[in-house]
């Protein structure tokens, strides 16, 4: 069952601040984030481990909520190159482990 | 550039046809995985290869099939094509388990089926 992304859609200024969402109805594993850009390949940006454990990169940082099987991206002091579509994929607990199953997608525009 | 490496770039074939995509993994990665996107669909996962064994299948076509060989490349090979076939097809690979790890996504077959 596919994860539920919020919003659909983000617009901003330079500098502002996005928090995207991610919720599955499913124990996960693993929640991963990746930013794509209109035909190209997605870029990974951040996984988060049940259990606590984090990697990612730098400006960019996110929460998973083991109980309620949510993930949150934070974007901060956007840049023009934030803009693109933002996908969370995760991992559930008693499936095939490696598996993603990607949400919908949230298109982020950042203006100047 | 993520180190994975997926040819063709391009592909524009008929329907009926057979094709094969090839993937090559980050060095030092054992898992390889196979998805779609297409605009209807979104991202899809297709099947994952981990040290040439297949460990896990998503909703894979009966028409597709593909395999990972003992250099740890993979091919997905698609056959009969059908106009619905026309996406873009992304191979990507991690490293030593095969599961909750980054998964690296290589540039991407885009096919379209006439």
């Known amino acids: 069952q596919q994860p539920v992304q919020s919003p659909q859609a983000v617009i901003l200024r330079e500098g502002e601040d996005a928090v995207i969402n991610c919720s599955s109805s499913?124990?996960?594993?693993?929640v991963h984030w990746y930013r794509q850009k209109h035909g190209e390949a997605p870029v990974f940006l951040m996984i988060l481990l049940k259990g606590g454990e984090q990697k990612g990169h730098d400006k960019i940082s996110a929460s998973f909520n083991e109980k309620k099987q949510q993930s949150s991206l934070y974007l901060t002091a956007s840049q023009l190159s934030y803009s693109g579509t933002y996908f969370c994929g995760t991992e559930r607990e008693g499936t095939s482990y490696g598996k993603l199953t990607f949400g919908q997608g949230t298109i982020l525009t950042v203006h100047p | 550039d993520s180190g994975v490496t997926q040819t063709p770039k391009h592909l524009i074939t008929a329907t009926g046809q057979r094709v094969t995509l090839r993937c090559s993994p980050r060095s030092g990665d054992l898992s390889v995985y196979w998805y779609q996107q297409s605009l209807d669909q979104g991202l899809q996962f297709l099947i994952q290869?981990?040290?040439?064994?297949?460990?896990a299948k998503g909703n894979i076509l009966e028409r597709f099939s593909a395999q990972q060989f003992p250099d740890l490349h993979s091919e997905l090979n698609l056959s009969s094509l059908e106009l619905g076939d026309s996406a873009l097809y992304f191979c990507?690979?991690?490293?030593?388990?095969?599961?909750?790890?980054?998964?690296?996504f290589g540039p991407g077959t885009r096919l379209l089926v006439l």
């Open positions: 990507a690979s991690s490293g030593p388990t095969g599961y909750r790890e980054t998964q690296y």
């Open positions: 290869y981990y040290n040439g064994e297949e460990r």
């Open positions: 499913k124990a996960l594993y693993s």
